[in-house]
């Protein structure tokens, strides 16, 4: 039998499609009725999303019962309603699909907050701005060859981000749930390992996808084991960092920085408003999810996605598969 691709979306370029035709029909759902997508749920073998839409409630999902693939258009899965789907059912990262783009945004903002330059433009663009002394703006602004760069999250995006670090001169460590073995790269893990590495960490980005461990991860405690003058770059999800802990650390010392291209949740959506002033914050640096487009246009996590299904609808064994546990 014929499989069916369901695809989610409509930013996608429809020609992009065209090679899958040898293995299912492909259907849009924002070109459906309601009636229309009662009759077709029951024949879909595999969906394509990146947000999950409110018309594929608990309701139609159970009438979904070919459905045995589904393919997530960005890096993580957290906003997939896994509970809701069967245990049957496949679910794919697009991991490596964003890995250059996001970690070039990533040192982006990293270079940013250590050399202040989001501040001194803010300075020099007030009236009657006076240049400070030579030897405060030397020690504001962070060398980073010979510092030590922590990656949380040692996927493709960290592995660029390391990568990057290494031409600065950086020192790497690295958190990751699976072990490391590469030379020039320490490498922890576990609640144990990050209390270790937290500590000399003199710039730490977050590559890490949000599951229910990570969720949280960075507190008032783990805050509180880092330098006064770090830098934490922000590129994976927001909610893996407390929100409150991060702001009452930001308030109370002012030389750590806080740069970040995620924002957290309000109504289901990314808030640009947070509930908490960070906006008012020198050291709080935001950019409005602006990495993932930067890979988007290029085609690269597209591409990769409709690969991952090829490989799904020919019967080979798809990458990225999702271990269930870790969100549910």
Known sequence: MRKRLLVIGSAYPKEEFDFLGRYAETHWLDEMDGEGLESLLPTIDCVLVNFWPSELGPERLAKMSRLSFVQSGLAGVNQIPLRNLGEGVVVCSNAGAYSDEVGEYAWGLLLAAAKKIVKYDRAVRTKGF??????????????????????????????????????????????????????????????RGLGQM???????????????????????????????????????RAEIV???????????????????????????????????????????????????????????????????????????????????????
């Open 130 to 191: 006076a240049r400070p002394p030579t030897p405060l703006l030397g020690r504001e602004v962070m060398t980073l060859k010979g510092r030590t760069l922590g990656v949380m999250g040692y996927g493709g995006i960290g592995r660029s981000v390391a990568d990057i670090g290494r031409a600065f001169g950086m020192r790497i460590m690295v958190y990751s749930r699976r072990e490391v073995n590469e030379e020039g790269v320490a490498a922890f893990r576990g609640e």
């Open 198 to 236: 937290l500590p000399q960490c003199d710039v730490l980005v977050l590559a890490l996808p949000l599951t229910k461990s990570t969720t949280g991860m960075l507190g008032k405690d783990e805050l509180e084991l880092m330098k006064r003058d770090s830098v934490i770059v922000n590129i994976a």
């Open 242 to 328: 407390d929100r409150r802990a991060l702001y009452n650390h930001l308030v109370r010392n002012g030389q750590f920085i806080f740069a970040t291209d995620v924002w957290w949740s309000k109504d289901g959506q990314e808030s640009y408003a947070p509930e908490l002033p960070f906006l008012e914050l020198d050291n709080f640096i935001g950019t409005p999810h602006a990495s993932g487009p930067s890979a988007v246009v290029g085609g690269r996590p597209l591409r990769f996605a409709l690969e991952n299904i090829e490989r799904f609808l020919k019967g080979e064994q798809p990458r990225n598969v999702v271990r269930r546990e870790e969100y549910v």
